[in-house]
């Protein structure tokens, strides 16, 4: 069974949104911590968001303001709402689960397969 799905990614102008979602297995949704990390070509992957299963919340400096994480755990779902969006925001898109909050993206044992996000100018 695959652990985390991502979908929602797409093309889309500068300055408008999407909508990503993940859904988790059982395993993986039982971690306290789900994330979204993203990774541009060339580029380390780098921290997007995180919540814990309490719901407390973690934006990255780049995102605040812009990109909003939240889960539903009746349904095993994380999703990130990514509106104002801007062609630096274009990278894999990914899900992932783990223990506890952290920005390293080897904290996290669980990883969805990506989903691309491209903003055109």
């Known amino acids: 069974q695959v652990a985390l799905v991502e979908s929602g990614g797409g093309l889309v102008q500068a300055g408008g949104s999407l909508r990503l979602s993940c859904a988790a297995s059982e395993r993986a949704s039982s971690r306290n911590v789900m994330g979204w990390f993203r990774q541009a070509p060339g580029k380390e992957r780098e921290f997007v968001a995180a919540i814990s299963r309490s719901g407390a919340t973690y934006h990255a400096d780049s995102v605040r303001g812009r990109f909003t994480i939240s889960r539903d755990n009746a349904k095993n779902t994380l999703y990130l709402q990514m509106n104002s969006l801007k062609p630096e925001d274009t990278a894999a898109y990914y899900c992932?689960?783990?223990?506890?909050?952290?920005?390293?993206?080897?904290?996290?044992?669980?990883w969805g397969q990506g989903t691309q996000v491209t903003v055109s100018s």
């Open positions: 992932a689960a783990g223990p506890t909050i952290s920005y390293y993206s080897s904290r996290y044992d669980y």
